[in-house]
């Protein structure tokens, strides 16, 4: 399988798990996996354009801000966010932002392309 599939394939599973958690009410889960869906959406982006992947999320950041602040600047405190579920509890007023920032995300990378 190519890596774009791979890629896609992920973003899918990630968001079927996503909504599954969100439906089951485990916030934490579904920011989670809203989470990973938008990394990956990041990475199938910057793989179409520069044929790499990051290695960590610094070198994703790094990307972005230079060559898609639009989505650098929603991720940057998305990122914030998401941290926190690894000590902290978070709601579903927290999950549906990350659910509501994978569509904008989507959108603006469906304009740019």
């Keep these: 399988m190519a890596i774009e599939d791979d890629l896609k394939a992920n973003i899918k599973e990630f968001l079927e798990s996503a909504e599954r958690d969100f439906a089951e009410e485990k916030y934490n889960s579904a920011i989670?996996?809203?989470f990973k869906a938008i990394a990956a959406l990041c990475d199938l982006k910057i793989y179409e354009l520069k044929r790499v992947l990051p290695?960590?999320?610094a070198?994703?950041?790094l990307f972005l801000k230079t060559s898609f602040y639009e989505v650098y600047?929603?991720?940057?405190?998305?990122?914030?966010?998401?941290?926190?579920?690894?000590?902290?509890r978070l709601g579903k007023k927290d999950a549906?932002?990350?659910k509501e920032n994978v569509e904008r995300i989507k959108q603006i990378f469906e304009r740019k392309t």
């Design 55 to 57: 290695k960590n999320h």
């Design 73 to 88: 600047e929603i991720l940057s405190p998305l990122f914030k966010e998401y941290t926190k579920t690894y000590n902290l």
């Design 96 to 98: 549906l932002s990350f």
């Design 32 to 34: 989670n996996s809203y």
């Design 59 to 61: 070198e994703r950041f």
